[in-house]
């Protein structure tokens, strides 16, 4: 489990077929302070393993299905990634619960810079997880915890503070670019218990 509050900016330094998936390397010393091999790391809001480190770097593997679901496969040597260490049970829970399984993709509309220097990034809102996006809900954007700031029918905006900007992928982001998604869980599990209380199983 995760929370969205990205750690650390990592950077990818190698990316090896394997089959219809890859191995991903990422130059990522901030996070490996603790690192062991079967480890969980979210990159980019994807939940992976660890199956090979050193001090400077971490190697996990993304299968087929992951390559299916995600947008690790847009990914290309020398872009940066966000990070984040699995949560430990004595950690404050400071942005939402984020399983790090990515329920749809999406393209970044169009980013607006405000007067007081922040910004409104807008996103194309996907038909089938539209039902778990409500005003002032949480959302996870490329394994960043974030707040819907307006929602309408085919789109979601979102407001972001300068330092999420300069510490997230965020920052680094232009329209036009594909990004993970995974819906507030708790939406998806109430909308489960609802469908068993109308008898539709």
Aim: glycine share 8%; proline share 3%.
């Amino acid at each position: 489990m995760f929370t969205g509050l990205v750690e650390s900016l990592g950077r990818v330094s190698s990316l090896e077929p394997i089959g219809d998936g890859i191995r991903l390397r990422l130059h990522a010393p901030a996070v490996l302070d603790d690192a062991e091999i079967g480890a969980s790391i979210a990159v980019n809001g994807v939940c992976l393993t660890v199956v090979d480190h050193d001090a400077e770097s971490f190697a996990v593997d993304a299968v087929p299905e992951t390559m299916d679901r995600t947008s690790l496969g847009d990914l290309a040597v020398g872009d940066v990634v966000n990070l984040e260490r699995s949560v430990r049970a004595s950690d404050r829970l400071g942005g939402h619960i984020v399983q790090g399984h990515v329920d749809a993709t999406t393209t970044l509309l169009s980013i607006d810079e405000l007067d007081d220097g922040s910004y409104r990034y807008r996103f194309a809102l996907p038909a089938d997880v539209a039902r778990y996006v409500v005003m002032k809900g949480s959302i996870t954007i490329d394994g960043i915890s974030l707040t819907i700031a307006d929602l309408d029918e085919d789109s979601f905006t979102i407001a972001v503070i300068p330092h999420t900007a300069a510490v997230t992928t965020l920052g680094h982001r232009d329209p036009g670019q594909r990004v993970n998604i995974e819906v507030d869980v708790l939406a998806k599990y109430v909308e489960r218990q609802l469908q068993f209380q109308g008898g539709d199983q």
